[in-house]
């Protein structure tokens, strides 16, 4: 996601410089798009007004943030933090209180979308903080996506975006099961997948994983299997936090640690139903 999301800002004027922990990433997209590859966050820290960061998961988070390179290092005063990161809502207040400190001021604004929505500046951003850094980071908020929904204070966003997703594995989960449901019974996979798109299923999710599901393993994952896991842990913790009843988030939480102990983990979300019709074979062999 960092990639497109680095281009979109380009395109907007809006990219100074970039940092990824893989060197030749970053100097690969600081060529194309014209901007300084810097060696550390810190070093990125000190270039920016506005710093923007979109990593795996909250000891990522923390890695770019702490210690003698990172950004709390070398923060301008008054500089703006956007952490686009899937994080939980605890995770966003212990970080938004060492940037403060810091002499900053942090906005949440995960994404709902696709990669290739991120590549387009069209995704949906959920942002949680004061409402006077929400609008400092309109620019940049609009650049990215095509909607910004103001959730709340600091930790809206977070809380928010393991809602939204929630609902994404959910589908996730359901297309899986009914893509090989149909497959078992006898129906081509294109033509059944069809019916999903077309119907009353036919979410966006649907449309944007459709080749993922219907050609598995042909394109790189959007969404790895592992992260999505992640996901789940972080909403069934919420869950249990105010008391709400996710059953099906267990249950579907449960597969996909299934799938990854099975060799899917660094596959699409969408090996789910590549680990159903796997379950489905040995079965079918007995």
């Known amino acids: 996601m960092g990639r497109p999301i680095a281009a979109s800002l380009a395109r907007a004027g809006l990219l100074a410089a970039v940092w990824n922990r893989t060197r030749a990433r970053a100097d690969a997209v600081a060529a194309e798009l014209g901007v300084t590859a810097c060696e550390t966050p810190a070093e990125l820290a000190s270039a920016s007004d506005v710093v923007v960061t979109v990593v795996a998961d909250a000891a990522a988070v923390r890695q770019l943030y702490d ?7 070398a923060l301008r005063p008054g500089a703006l933090c956007v952490e686009m990161s899937t994080i939980g809502p605890e995770a966003i207040a212990s970080l938004g209180a060492d940037v403060v400190a810091a002499g900053g001021a942090l906005v949440d604004a995960p994404v709902s979308g696709s990669t290739a929505m991120a590549a ?3 995704l949906t951003i959920l942002a949680g903080g004061e409402a006077t850094d929400v609008e400092r980071a309109r620019p940049v908020l609009d650049a990215l996506g095509s909607r910004t929904v103001h959730a709340g204070p600091l930790g ?10 929630n609902v994404v594995y959910g589908l996730n989960q359901s297309v ?3 893509l090989v449901l149909a497959e078992r019974a ?4 294109e033509r059944a997948y069809e019916a999903f798109a077309a119907g009353a299923a036919g979410a966006p999710f649907v449309h944007y994983r459709r080749a993922l599901f219907e050609r598995p393993g042909e394109q790189p ?3 790895r299997l592992d992260l999505a896991s992640k996901d789940l842990e972080l909403i069934e913790a919420l869950a249990g936090r105010v008391g709400a009843p996710l059953p099906q988030a267990t249950v579907n939480r449960q597969v996909l640690l299934d799938a990854a102990a099975a060799g899917h983990g660094a596959e699409d979300v969408t090996a ?8 489905a ?6």
């Open 120 to 122: 387009e500046g069209t």
């Open 156 to 165: 809206a966003g977070a809380t928010l975006k393991l809602a939204v997703n």
């Open 272 to 279: 789910v139903a590549g680990h159903l019709r796997n379950l």
């Open 221 to 223: 994952a959007q969404m």
């Open 186 to 189: 006898g129906i081509a996979r």
């Open 176 to 178: 899986a099961e009914s």
């Open 67 to 73: 210690g003698p390179d990172g950004l709390l290092r």
């Open 281 to 286: 074979s040995k079965r079918g062999n007995r």
